[in-house]
Structure formats: structure tokens, C-alpha cells
């Protein structure tokens, strides 16, 4: 099995001059299957419909010498994925590196 978590997602019609959207339900974490995910939209116990992506990698994208670089490494839950992204923002997209 890949490695990887999965976010449940359920589409949600336009409403009036809103827009249609897919709406996050749950996360589903790198210990669990997909599996456990179509067992998490059972347990709701409400109609609908829905999609589960899995989320295996994050990319941190730069630019390096004027080439682009890719440092690359498993997303195993939300949580993992938010503090990459936070880490992101914080340092600006560029990859932290030891001082010499």
C-alpha cells in the first residue's frame, strides 16, 4: 500500500449565486487504509457525495543557482502537511540551511 493519508471530501451544489465546491470531511491518517476512510463516510450516516484523495508526497519547490530545486518527502498526515507549509511561509520558500 502506498504511503500517504487521505482527506474525504463531499461535493456541495450551488446554492442561489454561491458555487459548487468539494467541503473537506475528515483526514484520515498514514496508519490507516482507504478502507478505514469508506468505513469514516459509513459512520456519518448522511447522504451525499464524496471523493477520497490521497495525499502522498510534499514538494518544496525553489530556486536555486537559477535552477529549480526539489526537496520531496512523504506526507503521512494533515498535520505533517500543515507544518511543512507553515515552515513555507516562515522561512520565506527558501529551504533552510546550517550556518558555517
Known sequence: MPYGFFTIEQ???????????WITVAHIDACQS?????????????PGFFRVIQT???????????????????????????LGAA???RDKGRWPTKAK
Do not use: T
Not at 461535493?11 to 465546491?21: L, V
Open 87 to 89: 515552515a513555507f511561509v
Open 56 to 82: 502522498q508526497r510534499q514538494i518544496w519547490a525553489e530556486k536555486v543557482n537559477g535552477r529549480l530545486r526539489l526537496r520531496k518527502w512523504h506526507a503521512g498526515s494533515h498535520a505533517s502537511l500543515a
Open 11 to 21: 461535493w456541495k451544489p450551488r446554492k442561489r449565486r454561491g458555487m459548487s465546491e
Open 34 to 46: 482507504l478502507s478505514d476512510a469508506i468505513r469514516r463516510i459509513e459512520e456519518r450516516g448522511r
